[in-house]
């Protein structure tokens, strides 16, 4: 069974970090573009990085670049993303979807999905 399970979600202080991960189990990451999605509540869906399925490429949400960092590791069948000065912008439920598309990503897509992990920044 395809399945992808996020952690690493949290509380934190305005400026801190967190780091997610996305574990994928039942099929192997290594034909997968892997987009990280974020939703608040009353809000849409907003993709807000991606890799593809090599790691060659990455794209970035205008809200998060430069403070997100998207990466993956094949072998051990992960995918993470590291944030870093968070703002009371960014809190809400983060989830991480595949999909197939090589040497490049699309940060609108996700065919394969988690559950989400919830991230909280307040002071």
């Known amino acids: 069974q395809l399945q992808l399970v996020e952690s690493g979600g949290g509380l934190v202080q305005p400026g801190g970090s967190l780091r997610l991960s996305c574990a994928a189990s039942?099929?192997?990451?290594?034909?997968?573009?892997i987009v990280w999605f974020r939703q608040a509540p009353g809000k849409e869906r907003e993709g807000v990085s991606c890799?593809?399925?090599?790691?060659?490429?990455?794209n970035y949400a205008d809200s998060v670049k430069g403070r997100f960092t998207i990466s993956r590791d094949n072998a051990k069948n992960t995918v993470y993303m590291q944030m870093n000065s968070l703002n009371l912008e960014d809190p809400a439920v983060y989830y991480c979807?595949?999909?197939?598309?090589?040497?490049?990503?699309?940060?609108?897509?996700?065919?394969?999905w988690g559950q989400g992990t919830q991230v909280t920044v307040s002071s």
């Open positions: 890799i593809s399925e090599r790691g060659g490429r990455t």
């Open positions: 979807a595949a999909h197939i598309r090589l040497g490049n990503c699309d940060l609108k897509r996700g065919d394969y």
């Open positions: 039942g099929f192997t990451l290594d034909y997968y573009a």
